[in-house]
Each structure stands twice: as C-alpha cells, then as structure tokens.
C-alpha cells in the first residue's frame, strides 16, 4: 500500500504499454498533421461572463465580442439568470436520470408547452442539445425503403444524424431548386405508396449566412408528396418579425412539417435541444429516439432559462428587430467601404478575404484593436474561400459596431484589401470574367449573390440583344423560361 501511494506520488500518470503505443503512433501523428494543416483549433479562454464585451486570460483589456452566438444578447441578462436561480431552489441541481424514468418536472412540460405554442405547432420535446435532436429524429422516423434529401451544406448534426438512419440518402446541391428537383423525382419514381420522403436543410447556413429558399423548397415537397425538416438554430429567437425563425421571415409560418432547434444561441446561450411538429411525431420521439431516451434530462435551472427567454422575446417585440437592424447597419458600412459581404440580411456576416493566412493575421490585427472575430478558412469553408465570420447582437451598441468597422477598415488600408478590389474590378473590364458554375443555377438565387457581392445585375431573355458595356461592375444574366441562367455570366 505504501509502495503503491508512494509510485503515485513520484511519476506522472502510467498507461499500459498498449496504450502508450497508440498514443505514439496513432494520435500523436494524428495530432501532427492537424498542426502541419494550419487547422488546428486553438480555445480562448473567457474570464467573463458571455456578453459583447468580454475579458479573456493573459490580456487586462476589454474585448469587443463578434463571435458568439448571443444573437439576443440574453445569455447574460438579469432576468434569466434570476430565473435559472428561482429554478436551482425549487428543482435542484438535476435529475440523475433520464426523462422516462424519473427525469420530467413541472418545467420540463411547461418549456415543451411554450416551444410549440411558440411555434404554432401541437407539440415539442427537449433533448439535451440539438445535436440531440438532431441525432435522433431521422433513425426515428425514416425506414429503410424511406428517402433522406438533403442539403450539401447542413450542418455536422444533421448529416451525423442521418447517418444513424437506414433510409436511402439523396444530396442536392446546396440550395440549387433544380438539383433538389432532381432528386424528389428520382424518389418519385419509387412506387411504393407509403414511402417518406424527407428534405431536411438548415434554415440559416450558419457559414454563409445565408437563408433556404423555404417557399420553392415547399413547393417542390408538395409537387412531390415530400416532407420538410428545417435546422432553425441559426434563426429562432431573432429571424422573422417575431422571432418566429425562417419560415416566419418568408411569412409561411406553420408551413414547414418539422423543426429542430436550440436552446443554446438566442433562446438564452444555456444549453438544450428540441424538436416540435404533429403529436403523433412527438409521441413516437418519445418512445423511440435514442438520445432523448438514453440521456440525462435537461438542469432545472436551465430549462428555466430558456423559458424566460421566450418570455422576454414574446414580451418584447423589438428584441428580434434590435440584432436585424444591427446587422442591417454593420452590413450596409462594411459594403459601403469596400468589403464583399456573403449572405442575406443575417447577423451571420462572413467578410471575405479569400486567402486563410490573409484571414487568420487579419483577425489578430483585429484583435490586436480589441475586436474579437475568428477566420475560418479550409476545410470549414471551401479552399480560396476564407473570411472572418462576424457575428452581430442585439447587444452591440451603435458604438461598438462603429468601433468594429473601424478597426476593419484600418486592418483593411494595412493589408491593401481596397486596393486589391479596385484592381480587380478595372481588370474585369478588361477580361470579360465568366462564371461557369452559375449555369442551370436559379437566376434570382445568382443575382441575390451577386448583388451582395457589390455587382449591377441585369436579367435579359435568352437570345436578348445586348450592346457592349464596359461599367467594371455591371453583369449580364441570361435566363430561359424556368428562370435558369443559360449562358455564363459576363461583365459588360
Ligand atoms: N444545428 C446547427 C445549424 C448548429 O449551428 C448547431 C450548433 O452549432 C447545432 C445544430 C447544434 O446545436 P447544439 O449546440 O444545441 O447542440
């Protein structure tokens, strides 16, 4: 015994000589090439709480936050955190156990109550995340003689979760109508009658910020007797009028069959997952899904978080409206000096810069300015496609989005980022620039893009006449019929 406390005392930790030889020749190698990659992902360490002005470790300084999900600014507010405090009295810490055997309280059927009166749906059930949710809806639902459609570009969580899934699986090219169309006919022909065809897409595409084109997506379900799943994360809370999410935004609330979202970004940065739509679905998630069925039910106090975040939400109709014009602001300055912005009036603002060592030492000049963004370059986002994904809150004040546009337009004179526009703007005079990959894509889709990106977009017929035209940023689309671009897209 003494031996045995004294071996602990001296060495570090000993593994078995199993272990320590996959340590060195698996997950040290594995490691090293994460480093030899430049991904690897280093964690700044917060010494406060989460809000738009933080203190990290190792700097006394105030950081200007744009890198949260806070889309509301709540997971720090007053209210909530009396809220989450009333509920650790009354309920206790946890549960210690799952929902079905002896982990449902009072709150936990309230919460689910308000997510689906929210919602304007008959029911809702809470998971832990919504990676969660996520994982436990398509294997629930879907059988093997069943169809998954899906978005090229949703989320890890969803394509992990139909993973788990015995139903066959189509890819459609991200938000391209006529690739979903594709595929809805290739499950079409398919003739067994009870067969469940799913297309399952983010509303928000939390790298691009930019947004499902839900009622063509509808449209196309219904041509083709599909259902609809939409990954609202990106969007409840703050996206609509209310915050009713993507499909409020395009005014077809209720019209989508099922939503998954979280509790864990506007709805009071906590933690927590939930799927609602028809009973009949919450009910058999109820006797089926794996990690809602094989998990700890969600802390007391942050169910009574979440809850007091719906609260201020439905109690306050501006809040949603708050972060929108924030966005609407920083968007709008940002363009105005220069910068292409990705995505359609989301606080999800990723300013592109094309190259990862230009975004990655941008972002520490930024920081170096007290503004904290994060580069995302490959394989996050698609290679020569790096940007700095700058997130907006309700909670920026003027001042701060002001001081944040600042501070990218003094990194921006130090790196040449105008500069290296002009030049390609007066070069694409020149060279007559084309777009191969916009062919057979939807025109407005393209021209929302480009219009983004800075460009005049002008829509003519197939065969229309044209006259040459030299402006550096005017752009041709011709289109037939369908509304489908036939020909590259040129300049002038
Ligand atoms: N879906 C999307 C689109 C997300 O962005 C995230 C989180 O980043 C998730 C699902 C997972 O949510 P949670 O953090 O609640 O597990």
Not at 39 to 52: D, H, L, M, P, V
Not at 326 to 343: V, W
Request: include cysteine; proline fraction near 3%.
């Amino acid at each position: 015994m003494r031996f045995w406390l004294r071996s602990l005392q001296q060495s570090s930790i000993r593994y078995s000589s199993t272990l320590n030889q996959i340590i060195d020749k698996r997950l040290n190698s594995e490691l090293d090439s994460i480093r030899q990659a430049g991904t690897w992902k280093s964690e700044r360490i917060i010494s406060t709480s989460q809000s738009a002005h933080i203190k990290v470790e190792h700097s006394t300084n105030d950081l200007l936050n744009f890198c949260a999900n806070n889309y509301l600014g709540l997971a720090n507010n007053s209210q909530i955190i009396q809220a989450a405090k009333n509920a650790l009295d009354k309920y206790g810490s946890g549960l210690s156990s799952v929902r079905f055997i002896c982990g449902t309280q009072t709150i936990h059927k309230q919460l689910e109550q308000r997510i689906a009166k929210f919602h304007q749906r008959e029911d809702a059930i809470l998971y832990i995340s919504c990676f969660d949710a996520n994982a436990g809806i398509f294997e629930t639902l879907l059988k093997e003689q069943d169809y998954i459609i899906s978005d090229e570009l949703n989320h890890a969580s969803i394509i992990d979760g139909i993973r788990l899934c015995k139903a066959k699986r189509l890819r459609y090219k991200h938000k391209d109508m006529s690739d979903l169309e594709l595929k809805l006919q290739e499950s079409f022909n398919d003739k067994n009658e009870n067969i469940i065809r799913l297309i399952a897409t983010d509303g928000v595409f939390s790298m691009d910020g930019s947004i499902a084109p839900l009622p063509d997506i509808r449209r196309l379900a219904d041509k083709y007797k599909a259902l609809i799943f939409v990954d609202e994360c990106h969007a409840t809370g703050f996206f609509g009028p209310t915050g009713r999410g993507t499909e409020e935004h395009f005014q077809m609330t209720g019209n989508i069959d099922i939503i998954n979202s979280t509790l864990g970004k506007a709805l009071g940065g906590a933690a927590g997952g939930y799927t609602t739509g028809p009973k009949a679905l919450i009910d058999l998630l109820r006797q089926r899904s794996r990690p809602y069925l094989f998990s700890n039910t969600l802390p007391p106090s942050v169910v009574a978080s979440a809850m007091k975040a719906i609260d201020l939400i439905e109690n306050d109709t501006s809040l949603p409206g708050r972060v929108l014009e924030n966005a609407k602001y920083f968007r709008t300055e940002m363009q105005t000096l220069g910068f292409q912005i990705l995505g359609d009036s989301h606080p999800i603002c990723p300013v592109m810069l094309g190259d990862a060592r230009l975004a990655s030492q941008f972002a520490d000049e930024m920081l170096k300015r007290g503004i904290y963004v994060i580069g995302f370059s490959y394989p996050v986002v698609p290679k020569d496609r790096a940007r700095i994904r700058v997130q907006v809150s309700a909670a920026h004040s003027k001042a701060d989005l002001k001081r944040c546009i600042d501070a990218f337009a003094e990194v921006g004179r130090q790196f040449k980022i105008y500069c290296r526009r002009q030049n390609k703007n007066l070069m694409m005079s020149n060279e007559n620039k084309s777009w191969p990959e916009f062919v057979g894509k939807d025109a407005d889709e393209v021209e929302r893009q480009l219009t983004a990106e800075g460009y005049q977009v002008e829509i003519k017929p197939e065969g229309a006449p044209t006259t040459r035209d030299f402006r550096t940023n005017r752009v041709r689309l011709f289109v037939d019929g369908n509304n489908a671009i036939v020909k590259e897209p040129r300049t002038g």
